[in-house]
């Protein structure tokens, strides 16, 4: 049996650093449970003493997860945080405090302003202080991939002589090679006391585009946790991709000397639903679960693969669960076809939320001859999306053409169900829409970003919106909305960035932060 290792998910923390993928609770429990169903071993459910909100999010997937996953909060080394994310843990039956500091010489110097004695004293402080609440404790040494090798060593067996379980040692700006990396990992596992009785983790960022070859290396190298996001989101250009890491591993897990216990079938569909919630389109040539992952352009290449799969597919796409079914759906498929169809792409749902869904799905196939997995899964998020929403489109109607000026006239439902009508013109329909949006909602902003794709193939396909806008306070908030009718996925998309931004507001008001 080759040796197990543990996949560390962090795109609910790190993956939520990205700009424009923050999310609220509801959205990341609906991750949390696909990141279960993949069996993810850890998850890494946010920073609780950073905001009322991932304080919420971590205590409610603690909730969520019982015992199938270690669930994981994030404190930097002091007490305040460390006593926050214990009290966050309380629901989980598993939970982990990972705690750390800046370990490289900018950050000992110009970032903590700590000398290497006083770091290692902060860090056996704050791991001491961890153990007193929770048995499993996760020490990283910030900007390891840069430290001071003598000095890494040094902190990383104080901390483990303090009762760390687990040593992350993370390259946090991807600066190395990953041979180097792979090699910094093997003189720390043949130099630290103790290291061969704690979980070797390692956090690796993509800022060269290497990320996942770092971790590979280390994994080589002796490491027996990697920590990933889904679709490599994260700071900067993101960290480690899961996929990516968990089919390499899958491929030469022999030479590796390792596995994971990740559902591999169900890698495209953590993809999109991560896409779909942040709001951050996967690149089509992204490997393992990218549009084209699978796809073959050239007559040589669809001629090598129609007599041989293998010519040019190292993956069977069905081993990541992409290449789909070809079963779809229409308006005359009944309940139990959709409820089938819904259950293989993950989704289940109570009976009452089910007719609900059901009659979505109505509303769609009426207008489409064919409804396709995609167009199901834009179903869900868009109900996902209005669920929660402190304003709700009930009509928008516009008139526009040549040589007409366009007008929109737009119903919106605030969160007691009131009717708020308004008017106006725009320089173009969408512009109208949103003036109108504004006028009703009233809450300053930006729209940087406007983007439309089909969702899925011919004239008739759904269409979504993807619009981003950014605060009086300078965040990002992505907004995204679907329907046939590319005006009203332009409204919803609009009005659902909106309600991203007041939620926040409401979390943390911007005088607060
Ligand atoms: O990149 C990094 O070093 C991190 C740590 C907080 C683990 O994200
Ligand atoms: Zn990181």
Redesign the pocket.
Known sequence: MTRKIAIFDTTLR?GEQSPGASMNTTEKLVIAEELVKLGVDVIEAGFPASSPGDFTSVLEIGRLAGDRAVVCG?TRAVDADIERAAEALKTAKRPRI?T?LGVSPSHLKEKLRLTEDEAVERAVHAVKLARSFVDDVEF?A??AGRADEDFLARICEAAIAAGATVV?I?D?TGYNLPWDFGQRIARLRNRVKGIEDVTLSV?T?NDLGMATALALEAVKAGATQVECTINGLG?RAGNTALEEVVMAIRMHGAELDAHTDIDTRRLTQASRLVSSITGIAVQPNKAIVGANAFAHSSGIHQDGVLKARETYEIINPEDVGAGGSQIVLSARSGHAALRHRMADLGYSFEDAEFEDIYDSFLEVADKKRLVYDEDLVAIVNERKRTETALWRLAAVQVSCGFPLTPTATITLLDEKGKEHKEAAWGNGPVDAVYKVVDKVVGVKNDLSEFSVKAITRGIDALGEVTVRVISEDGRVFVGRGSDNDIIVSSTRAYLNALNRLLAAEREQPIEQR
């Open positions: 790190d994030l990972h750390g990283y910030e900007d992350n993370p946090t956090h960022h700071e």
